[in-house]
C-alpha cells in the first residue's frame, strides 16, 4: 500500500462547514497528490505538492486549499464545502524521482448535505 | 492539453471469455507514460502497469496483455480467460515524462466497468 494512510475514511457534513481531509505516508515520498472520482469524470487531480511547502494547482482547484509543513503529511482543505464536492478522494505519492508511478492511498468518501 | 478516451462504459462477460478494455489518447508530447489502474468494488486503486511512449513491444503478465499502438494512439488492455475476480473498473492514464524532479501529473480516462459472471 505504499504507507499510505489517508483519514477520515468517511465523513458526512453540512454545506458550509469547513472540512480537512488528511494524507500520511511513511516512506518520505517527495511528491504527493489530491484525486477526486466523480462517475463520469474518472478521477482529476486537485492539487499536489513536490516538497515541504511547495504546491500547485490541478485541473479541479477550484475551492479547495492543500497545505504540506512535513513531508509525511499533505492535507486538502474545504474552505466551505459544498453539495458539488461530494465525492471520494484519493490521495498519491510518486516513487522516486524518476519513477513516474503513482501509488494511491485507499480513498475517503465525503458527502455534503 | 492531454485527453484519455475509454469508450467502453461497461463490459459484461461470460467467465473464461477474452476481453479487451480500449484507450486511446491525446497528447502533444513526445516522450509520455501511459498507465493501467485497476479499481476492485472495495474501492482501491491498483497499479496495473505503466508503458514507456518510446517502447512499442506488448507486454504480458499472467492472463493480462496490453498492446500499446503510437501510430493509432492507442494503449488496449485484454484479460485472456476472464475469471469472476477480473470485475472492476479500468481505468488508463496518461502523463508527460518530465524533467528529473518535476511532478507527474496523470491524466485519467472515465474508466471501463467489467462485469465478469459465472
Known amino acids: 500500500d505504499a504507507g499510505i494512510t489517508q483519514s477520515p475514511r468517511h465523513k458526512v457534513t453540512e454545506t458550509g462547514t469547513p472540512v480537512t481531509l488528511r494524507c500520511h505516508q511513511t516512506?518520505?515520498?517527495?511528491?504527493m497528490y489530491w484525486y477526486r472520482q466523480d462517475p463520469g469524470h474518472g478521477l482529476r487531480l486537485i492539487h499536489y505538492?513536490?516538497?515541504?511547502?511547495?504546491?500547485d494547482k490541478g485541473e479541479v482547484s477550484d475551492g479547495y486549499s492543500v497545505s504540506r509543513s512535513k513531508t509525511e503529511d499533505f492535507l486538502l482543505t474545504l474552505e466551505s464545502a459544498t453539495s458539488s464536492q461530494t465525492s471520494v478522494y484519493f490521495c498519491?505519492?510518486?516513487?522516486?524521482?524518476?519513477?513516474?508511478?503513482?501509488?494511491f492511498g485507499s480513498g475517503t468518501q465525503l458527502s455534503v448535505l | 492539453a492531454q485527453k484519455v478516451t475509454q469508450a467502453q462504459t461497461e463490459i459484461s462477460v461470460v467467465e473464461k471469455e477474452d476481453v479487451t478494455l480500449d484507450c486511446v489518447y491525446e497528447?502533444?508530447?513526445?516522450?509520455?507514460?501511459l498507465f493501467w489502474y485497476k479499481q476492485p468494488p472495495s474501492g482501491e486503486l491498483v497499479f496495473l502497469i505503466r508503458?514507456?511512449?518510446?517502447?512499442?513491444q506488448n507486454e504480458i503478465s499472467g492472463r493480462y496483455s496490453w498492446n500499446f499502438q503510437k501510430s493509432t494512439s492507442s494503449f488496449n488492455f485484454t484479460i485472456t480467460a476472464s475469471q469472476v475476480v477480473d470485475s472492476a473498473v479500468y481505468f488508463c492514464?496518461?502523463?508527460?515524462?518530465?524533467?528529473?524532479?518535476?511532478?507527474?501529473?496523470?491524466?485519467f480516462g472515465t474508466g471501463t466497468r467489467l462485469q465478469v459472471t459465472l
Open positions: 498519491a505519492i510518486r516513487e522516486g524521482i524518476t519513477n513516474e508511478k503513482l501509488f
Open positions: 516512506e518520505n515520498h517527495r511528491y
Open positions: 505538492s513536490y516538497g515541504v511547502k511547495d504546491t
Open positions: 497528447t502533444r508530447d513526445t516522450t509520455y507514460y
Open positions: 508503458r514507456n511512449s518510446f517502447d512499442e
Open positions: 492514464a496518461l502523463t508527460p515524462r518530465g524533467r528529473d524532479g518535476t511532478a507527474s501529473k496523470l491524466t
